[in-house]
Every structure is written in C-alpha cells, then in structure tokens.
C-alpha cells in the first residue's frame, strides 16, 4: 500500500485502469454508500488522491473475503476485524432462484446491481462463472430442464450483448479481434467480451470453430495484437496455426480461464483484463 499522500491527482479513467475497478462503479460506491469522496475539478470532473485508491484497494480486499459492499463502509476503519461473510454464495443462490423460477424482471435487477457496485472480475470469477458451472447439476433430470437452460441462456444472451455494445461503443481506439474457439460456451464468451469492454478496450470478438482460417486474415488485422480464447483443450492443428503465426512475428496474447495453462506451453504471454496489458 503507497502511504506517501503528496497532492497528486488522478482522473477516474486512469485510476479505473490502475485499481481494475470501472468508473461505474467508483460513481456508484461514492454515491451510494459514501465509501470515497474525490476532489472535483472547476468543471465537476472526478480527481482522486493517493489516499482515495488505498481505499479503493481496501474496499476490493474486503470484498474478496465476501463481504457485501453495503456492509463495507464501517471496515475501512477496523482493518482487523473478523467477518464471517457469505456474500458470493448468497448472490449465487439468489440467481439460481430467479432462474428457476423464471423470474425475468428479479434476474436482470440482480445481474444490473451485481455488475454496477462490485469490480466486474470479481463478480464473474466468484459469482457468474460459479453459478453457470452450477446451472447443469442444478437442472440435472428435470422434466423442464431444456425449457431451463434455454430460457436462461437467452436472458443471459441478450443482457450481456446490451450491456456489452453500449460499453464497447464508447472506448477509443481501434478494435482488438478476440477469438473464441468454440469450444467455449458462448457466454463464457461473452462475459469475457463485457470484461474486456468495461477494462476500457474496444473489442471485436470474433468466434471461429477452427484457426485454419486466421493465417488468411491476420494481414487486416495487423498491426493491432490478437488476444486468443483457446478453452481448455485446443486441437493440435489449432496449436500449430498459432505457433506459426507467433514465429512469423505477429502479436499474440492469450485470454480466458485457460490462458495460464497454455501460456507455457505456447510460449505466449497471458494476458489480464488490463488496457495496459495490450501496450
């Protein structure tokens, strides 16, 4: 943690790459819950300290331990304190709830409030992703589960694409193609699309069954880096697609829940959530 409080000043673009939380949320944490308070500028633009990101890192800290972020504020002042939080599982209960029982309208309040007042990686790595790798077992043998799955994947389907275009629309820049191999579900896809989007990089995501393609097109995506969503078995022709294109010099990075495995293995660098990381 940086104690060294001088009178710097940071934008709310700058510090949302810094801490990895978006500006959405940092406007909602100060006008909900009262958790920062930033200087503004003669024209009401946000300017946060030093000390406000300290915070910002301590408010993420807590709610990795699962500790709601309404239940946060009295925390910020008794770091030791010893919390017994449940606050991820409650949340995956509660959409698998709505989604059972078909409940539209609760489900997207949910999923809005979930994706507004916590840092998008942590709610899909401890909430979305655990409760879709849940939804199979939970409709296992039921009379209705394809009705189920078909229900919630179109709900799902069409609140992640909103979401994820009027996100996407407004980062600067030229578009970064990430492929998905589809062996990936396609809202695994998707929540990795919004999670790039909401890191400020405009994305063009670009699913494909096979990379035997890809050597065709590189030229007009070029000079611009590719990032790679390879799931968690890649064929080996796909393998050996990727190893050409990485020797002939093109700038491949890897994403996804498997990147760190493969990362080794195709001697490629696996790449965070970070516009930073594509620089």
Same mark, same amino acid.
């Not at 990727?242 to 990362?263: K, M, N, V, Y």
């Given at each position: ?15 949302? !790459? ?46 990795? $331990? ?75 043998? $039921? ?23 009027? #996100? ?15 062996? #990936?579900? !396609? ?24 990379? !035997? ?45 498997? !990147? ?20």
């Amino acid at each position: 943690m940086n104690t060294d409080y001088t009178q710097a000043r940071y934008p709310i673009r700058e510090v949302s !790459a810094r801490t990895g939380v978006n500006s959405v949320t940092l406007r909602a944490w100060q006008r909900r819950f009262g958790l920062l308070n930033p200087q503004r500028t003669a024209k009401g633009h946000r300017l946060y300290s030093e000390q406000d990101i300290d915070t910002i890192e301590t408010i993420v800290g807590w709610l990795e $331990r699962g500790v709601a972020i309404s239940q946060v504020k009295p925390l910020l002042t008794t770091p030791n304190a010893d919390v017994d939080a449940d606050h991820w599982q409650q949340q995956i209960d509660g959409l698998m709830t709505q989604a059972l029982n078909l409940n539209g309208e609760s489900l997207q309040q949910q999923l809005d409030h979930l994706t507004a007042m916590y840092p998008f990686p942590l709610a899909s790595n401890r909430v979305l992703r655990p409760w879709l790798a849940q939804w199979p077992k939970q409709i296992q043998g $039921r009379p209705d589960a394809d009705a189920l799955d078909s229900w919630l994947h179109t709900q799902l389907s069409l609140r992640l694409s909103t979401r994820f275009t009027l #996100t996407n629309q407004n980062n600067p820049g030229p578009a970064i193609a990430l492929i998905h191999l589809e062996t #990936t579900p !396609a809202i695994v896809s998707q929540l990795l699309d919004l999670e790039w989007a909401l890191a400020g990089v405009r994305i063009q995501p670009l699913p494909l069954t096979n990379l !035997a393609s890809l050597p065709l097109i590189m030229d007009r995506l070029s000079p611009r880096p590719l990032l790679l969503n390879l799931g968690a078995k890649p064929q080996t022709a796909d393998i050996k697609v990727i190893r050409q294109l990485s020797q002939s010099g093109h700038t491949l990075l890897l994403t996804g829940e498997f !990147a760190g495995i493969h990362s080794q293995n195709l001697a490629l660098p696996a790449a965070p959530c970070h516009k930073e990381a594509l620089l």
